[in-house]
């Protein structure tokens, strides 16, 4: 079955950085772009990063464009997300998921399936 299993969380203080990955298998990796999400207490889940399924495009959303980038690694099976300049309304689950439904670039949660179990972020202030 799919499986997407992310790591890389941690606690950090403000300024400082992470790099999330998320380990996908049970899956043909390359027919799908991927997503990150995040989502934090009390919060509904926000659209963080999208990458194309060769990595020709990125999308981010407004709250992390330019802090974060979003990449992948076809040959093994792994979409990354590396974040800088962490601040601490950053904190949060972070998911990966494969977008399942649509063809272009997306930040529609409806459009993502096979949700990974999330890893902590926490940004200390």
């Known amino acids: 079955q799919v499986q997407l299993v992310e790591s890389g969380g941690g606690l950090v203080q403000a300024g400082g950085s992470l790099r999330l990955s998320c380990a996908a298998s049970?899956?043909?990796?390359?027919?799908?772009?991927m997503g990150w999400f995040r989502q934090a207490p009390g919060k509904e889940r926000e659209f963080v990063a999208r990458?194309?399924?060769?990595?020709?495009?990125?999308f981010y959303g407004d709250s992390v464009k330019g802090r974060f980038t979003i990449s992948r690694d076809n040959a093994k099976n792994t979409v990354y997300l590396q974040m800088n300049n962490l601040k601490p309304e950053d904190t949060a689950v972070y998911y990966c998921?494969?977008?399942?439904?649509?063809?272009?670039?997306?930040?529609?949660?409806?459009?993502?399936?096979?949700w990974g179990q999330g890893t902590q972020v926490t940004v200390s202030s």
């Open positions: 998921a494969a977008q399942v439904r649509g063809t272009g670039q997306t930040s529609n949660i409806m459009m993502y399936d096979y």
């Open positions: 049970g899956l043909t990796f390359t027919d799908y772009p």
């Open positions: 990458i194309s399924r060769f990595a020709t495009r990125t």
